[in-house]
């Protein structure tokens, strides 16, 4: 049940009512996951706090090297950047297939990773771009890796009063980058199965590579195994296929197995392969 609803006019005033609220404050900004939770009486009785309109979550900037998003950006936001579509190219692509237009319309970044699905789409592109976390609070700031952040399936690893206010990625211009998922429908699909992955060539030699796989995993997770066997070499298909394979095991043992197993390990080694064929090309 909601108690009450309130719209601070700064992030300053933000965090103090998130400090001092009870029932428990709630941040809400787009709401597309929050609202669903409260029609099936999923949340007790809380305040809900709107950070939809705070400027100071809305930062998009080049900066020493890194790229500041701010958690209050909205999906389409990102889609339509130009500086992301540089420099973030795995994101805007992941953001492009979030939901329905509406929803990207009003869904945040922020609220996507503190939501914490299993099969959010954002979460294995920031993993892929090294994504750094910047939480305030009352008591201060403090800066975490993603993974860090990722506590189990629908759990931030948040603490009392704090709120997700920005990432810092990895500068990507000039990298190549792919966001590919599995799903039941072409639109409005929840993720089956999502693979991000990032990559930048030398002399036709993988240089560089990044690899996330989403919904295969209690939380979207790097799979180092496949990025170590592809590292290094002037891949062809077959290599694709052993590197599927070993992402396909990876997260088995990550995951233990369950009655989708089967089709998990084939369809994560088909969608390695799918998405990392363009690798293949010299022009990549």
Request: aromatic residues 4%; charged residues 25%; contains cysteine.
């Amino acid at each position: 049940m909601v108690r009450g609803y309130l719209r601070p006019r700064s992030l300053d005033e933000a965090l103090e009512m998130l400090e001092r609220l009870t029932p428990r404050p709630l941040p809400i900004a787009g709401g597309t996951d929050l609202l669903v939770d409260l029609r099936e009486g999923r949340v007790g009785e809380c305040h809900l706090v709107d950070i939809s309109r705070l400027e100071e979550l809305k930062v998009l900037e080049r900066e020493s090297g890194k790229i500041r998003v701010g958690a209050g950006l909205t999906f389409s936001e990102i889609e339509g950047s130009e500086l992301l579509r540089e420099s973030a190219p795995v994101l805007v692509k992941a953001s492009s297939q979030v939901g329905s237009l509406q929803i990207r319309n009003v869904g945040t970044i922020g609220g996507n990773v503190a939501h914490c699905s299993p099969a959010a789409d954002t979460i294995p592109a920031l993993l892929v771009h090294r994504a750094k976390v910047i939480l305030k609070s009352r008591n201060g700031s403090r800066e975490v890796g993603l993974e860090a952040l990722l506590g189990g399936p629908y759990k931030a690893l948040l603490a009392p009063g704090e709120l997700i206010t920005e990432f810092v990625l990895e500068d990507a211009s000039h990298m190549w980058g792919e966001f590919a998922k599995i799903g039941r429908r072409r639109e409005l699909a929840i993720a089956r199965l999502s693979l991000a992955a990032l990559a930048r060539k030398e002399d036709g030699r993988i240089a560089e590579l990044y690899l996330a796989l989403g919904a295969g995993t209690p939380v979207p997770k790097r799979m180092e195994s496949a990025e170590r066997a592809l590292l290094g070499k002037c891949p062809i298909e077959e290599d694709l296929w052993e590197a599927g394979w070993l992402m396909a095991q990876e997260m088995v043992s990550v995951s233990g197995p369950r009655p989708s197993t089967q089709y998990k390990e084939k369809a994560a080694c088909g969608l390695l392969v799918r998405t990392l064929l363009p690798l293949l090309e010299d022009g990549q």
